[in-house]
């Protein structure tokens, strides 16, 4: 049977039906629900972490299965840098087989000396390929990178005297200045 043919048995002992007779059924409805495309959207555990966290979760989710292969890019933005901030497993973006309906991208943060601010990483789906696939919400998500090091430390200057006065014509001072940090 396709899609479009609808098959009634019908069985009874009491009215005998043979081939090519017509028979009438009463308050009969038929419903037909155009099917759903599949929506992908993004979500994440975690909207923000210390730099030193090793890695981040980026989830896209197919509303429901998709009836052939998707792939949909993701496009990068935001004020951390890739490859200098954190990289990602998969560049080129999501891809669910027939039937997944999850794929998960990994960003791992890298953790650097550097005193910065706090940097984001913001994350866009792009156009869904495939299995008649149409964005959801959220279609973006922004991820916060909490710097780890600290406030810079300013250094400061002491000095001493190994003297404490001088004559005018005659003599000499020491005077010893430490840094606090290099």
Do not use: W
């Amino acid at each position: 049977a396709t899609p479009d043919t609808l098959h009634i048995d019908y069985r009874s002992s009491y009215n005998k039906v043979t081939p090519g007779s017509v028979m009438y059924v009463d308050d009969v409805k038929l419903i037909y629900n155009t099917p759903v495309s599949p929506t992908l959207s993004l979500t994440a555990p975690s909207t923000s972490g210390l730099e030193s966290v090793s890695s981040v979760l980026l989830i896209a989710k197919l509303s429901s299965p998709a009836s052939s292969a998707v792939t949909c890019s993701v496009t990068p933005s935001g004020t951390a840098s890739y490859g200098t901030d954190y990289t990602v497993n998969k560049p080129t973006g999501f891809s669910f087989a027939v039937g997944q309906t999850a794929d998960t991208i990994i960003a791992t943060i890298v953790d650097d000396a550097t005193v910065e601010s706090n940097e984001t990483i913001i994350a866009t789906l792009g156009t869904p390929s495939g299995g008649g696939v149409t964005l959801g919400t959220p279609t973006a998500l922004t991820y916060t990178i909490v710097d780890n090091d600290g406030a810079p430390v300013v250094p400061t200057v002491s000095v001493a005297a190994s003297v404490a006065s001088i004559g005018e014509a005659a003599g000499s001072y020491n005077l010893v200045a430490t840094l606090s940090q290099a």
